[in-house]
């Protein structure tokens, strides 16, 4: 049992070794393709080389040459120790070489082949085989693949609708940089992304694939830095306009609160709330900003601004309101010392009243007599219609 299982791997060993020596026997070296890179349909292209056989070739086996070229044409001229042996053309995505051919056991062989054809038209830009070379049996199977060579075949009208579209992108970016220039916004950095988008969007126009998709990939980026300084330059300015309207409607809040006595007045409370939610908003807005998050940034800012908006606007209003009524006193203090006010009043008018008694009943006049016997002084009595007169 162990002896027929140590032959049968033997077997097997030698299987591998014929196998392994009959592809590692054929070589095909360089292979010269005109035009190099990438193609567009249609385009014309040839292809040379040379197959160089080491060992001698199995009789049953073939050398199978394909491309996917549209309107190939095949040339080969075997060589036996040097000696051309011109093999008739022959068109068709496979050439083929059978092992009758170049069995050859005391002889060096060599196949010279020429290949011509044009480059394939694509729905979609893929790569395309120029040339493959392989080693097969006679039912066509692969033993070995030799060699293959390949070419990125292009579909020109993908450039083109690339190009559309990032025109599209760039002309959107141009429409924002003369927005937000009428905003007062400092637009110079995304001016010069936009400017470099443009250039490298006229180059790619003009230029091959695979020149023109590197072109593309630039102003992409270019697009796409214009927007987010577009998005700072906007945070920016917006932040900052922020922080005045807020920084105005504080200096507002301490006249009224100082000059105009109005600490306490519940008129103030809703602006100072206010006022608080827009310091917030500005200040989330920097947060964003100072983290790279521009998108945001830009939001947050927009929220701070019209939040400071209101705030200012309601400040101007309350203090036009009390300008304009000539009040704004604290009230407050004023009722404190209101019992004290009625109080002195009170006091005044007491004493203005006796006095006013105490002329009347007295005459206020000097050398006053003293009273009568029963504590009234005497009257004289005076003759005629008018004797009481001067009691009343």
Do not use: H
Not at 217 to 233: H, K, P, R, V
Not at 252 to 265: G, Q, V
């Amino acid at each position: 049992m162990n002896t027929c299982i140590y032959y049968l791997s033997i077997v097997i060993l030698l299987c591998g070794m014929v196998a392994t020596g009959s592809a590692a026997s054929v070589d095909a070296g360089y292979i010269k393709i005109q035009p190099t890179g990438d193609l567009e349909a249609g385009t014309p292209v040839t292809a040379d080389f040379t197959i160089n056989f080491y060992d001698t070739f199995p009789i049953d086996q073939e050398i199978s040459m394909t491309t996917d070229l549209v309107d190939p044409v095949w040339k080969a001229d075997i060589l036996i120790d040097g000696v051309k042996n011109p093999q008739p053309s022959a068109s068709g995505e496979t050439y083929k070489i059978t092992g009758w051919l170049l069995e050859y056991p005391q002889s060096e062989v060599q196949v010279v082949v020429s290949l011509s054809g044009k480059a394939p038209s694509v729905k979609k830009s893929e790569d395309k085989t120029l040339v493959g070379i392989y080693v097969v049996n006679t039912s066509g199977r692969v033993l070995d693949t030799v060699k293959e060579v390949t070419a990125f075949v292009v579909n020109a009208a993908e450039i083109v609708g690339e190009v559309s579209d990032l025109q599209t992108k760039v002309q959107e970016l141009n429409r924002a940089v003369s927005e937000y220039k009428t905003l007062g916004i400092d637009t110079s950095k995304a001016e010069e992304q936009l400017n470099q988008a443009l250039d490298s969007i006229k180059k790619a126009e003009s230029a091959s694939y695979s020149n023109a998709k590197i072109l593309m990939t630039n102003a992409q980026t270019f697009f796409d830095n214009g927007m987010i300084y577009l998005d700072y330059s906007y945070a920016d300015k917006f932040i900052n306009d922020a922080k005045n309207n807020i920084e105005e409607a504080d200096s507002i809040i301490d006249f009224l609160k100082t000059e105009k006595r109005m600490a306490s007045d519940p008129r103030l409370a809703p602006i100072i709330t206010t006022r608080e939610f827009a310091a917030e908003y500005a200040q989330n807005a920097m947060d964003l900003y100072n983290k790279g998050l521009s998108s945001d940034a830009k939001i947050k800012s927009t929220e701070a601004y019209e939040k400071s908006k209101i705030l200012l606007n309601e400040t101007i209003t309350l203090q036009e309101e009390i300008e304009s009524a000539g009040i704004g006193v604290d009230f407050s203090g004023v009722l404190s010392l209101l019992p004290y006010v009625v109080g002195v009043i009170i006091i005044v008018l007491v004493v203005v009243g006796i006095l006013i008694w105490n002329q009347n009943r007295g005459g206020g006049g000097k050398g006053r007599k003293p009273p009568g016997p029963y504590g009234k002084p005497k009257k004289k009595a005076k003759s005629g219609k008018n004797r009481y007169d001067e009691l009343f």
